[in-house]
């Protein structure tokens, strides 16, 4: 059965930085889509950053310049760098890992930005 499992989530002044990780437990991880959503109380779930097998990356307007995913291969790993965070990052932070048919999601980790 796989399973990911988030880390990293937390409560962080404005302006200040948070790194989430998530590990999977995928056979053949280079060949997974990773991304991380966020859904706040009330919202939908929402897109913040993708990763391609190829290592290309998108993100929304909202935390373009702000946020920075990466991977690691060897590690089965993906990771979220959020700087200069915003009371509106507030949300549960989930992990995502896609290919194919195969769509996993971890259970999520929670992201405070609160004074």
């Known amino acids: 059965q796989v399973q990911l499992v988030e880390s990293g989530g937390g409560l962080v002044h404005p302006g200040g930085s948070l790194r989430l990780s998530c590990v999977a437990s995928?056979?053949?991880?280079?060949?997974?889509?990773l991304g991380w959503y966020r859904q706040a109380p009330g919202k939908q779930r929402e897109l913040v950053a993708v990763?391609?097998?190829?290592?290309?990356?998108n993100y929304p307007d909202s935390v373009k310049g702000r946020f920075t995913i990466s991977r690691d291969n060897a590690k089965k790993a993906v990771y979220l760098q959020m700087n200069s965070l915003k009371p509106e990052d507030t949300a549960v932070y989930y992990c995502?890992?896609?290919?194919?048919?195969?769509?996993?999601w971890g259970r999520g980790t929670q992201v405070t930005v609160s004074s």
């Open positions: 995928v056979s053949i991880f280079s060949i997974y889509t």
């Open positions: 995502n890992v896609q290919y194919g048919v195969n769509n996993y």
């Open positions: 990763i391609s097998s190829g290592g290309s990356t």
